[in-house]
């Protein structure tokens, strides 16, 4: 995928739109969506932003079916025949709250949206990868899709985040390119996955307390802003996002 700076001076936004639809056919592939389901979004030099259509498959939509909508979701150009994602609401509240993004990926990753539906929360100490990556991975309250319920139930998480699970629907990750964004989205589910199979094999233990204080500082030294979200098990976290961001709201 290229990044951002490639794509500036492009009338069409070619090289961007094919950042997209590389993410879009990697997303299929991966079955982290099926059918149409999903989208992904990116911010152009001027502020509106290209979106993947509406009823079209992931892993088959094409540069020209893009869409470009302004920040109010309405439609400037793209084919007729085709509207922007239902979801765009939730993408544009991304948007919104968080001016160092330029990417949104909104998938249905299915162990992700599983351990949602069973009431367990990945927003865990336990794989250090995630501590450093994300902070952790909080779970939004269950918003009914399409409607203005599903952004609202990220509007507390996504100032903090770049990964959120939807409960018993999907995902958001957001990112500085379209790569970044779609990279923290197979991370997500990888760690869903190993956490899974932690779980079936035996009880799963979080780090102590004194690594994870390590890994928050790693984070802090490597530039990565402080997460909020914590863990609503084992609470072994607390102490370090505090010492990050004192005055940051919490998921629990």
Same mark, same amino acid.
């Given at each position: 995928? %290229? ?135 909080? %779970?939004?309250?269950?918003? %009914? ?108």
């Amino acid at each position: 995928m %290229t990044t951002p700076s490639l794509r500036v001076g492009t009338e069409d936004h070619w090289e961007l739109r094919q950042d997209i639809i590389l993410a879009c056919r990697m997303m299929y592939q991966q079955k982290l969506v099926t059918a149409t389901d999903g989208n992904i979004s990116a911010r152009l030099p001027d502020g509106n932003l290209l979106i993947t259509p509406s009823g079209v498959s992931k892993g088959f939509v094409t540069e020209d079916q893009l869409i470009i909508i302004d920040r109010k979701g309405n439609k400037l150009a793209g084919a007729p025949n085709l509207r922007a994602s239902s979801e765009i609401q939730l993408h544009l509240v991304c948007y919104d709250l968080r001016d160092d993004i330029d990417a949104v990926v909104h998938a249905h990753p299915p162990t992700a949206v599983a351990f949602s539906i069973a009431g367990i929360s990945l927003a865990q100490c336990v794989l250090p990868e995630v501590i450093l990556t994300f902070g952790s991975i909080p %779970t939004a309250h269950y918003g %009914t899709p399409s409607t203005k319920e599903l952004p609202d139930s990220i509007v507390n998480t996504i100032v903090t985040n770049d990964a959120i699970i939807l409960e018993r629907h999907g995902s958001v990750t957001v990112g500085t390119n379209v790569q970044d964004a779609y990279f923290k989205l197979e991370k997500m589910e990888h760690a869903a996955e190993i956490t899974y199979r932690a779980r079936m094999l035996g009880r799963v233990t979080p780090l102590p307390k004194t690594e994870v204080d390590r890994l928050m500082q790693i984070r802090r030294d490597i530039g990565f802003k402080g997460r909020a979200a914590v863990c609503n098990e084992c609470g072994i976290c607390s102490d370090a996002v505090e010492a990050s961001e004192p005055n940051a709201p919490r998921e629990v």
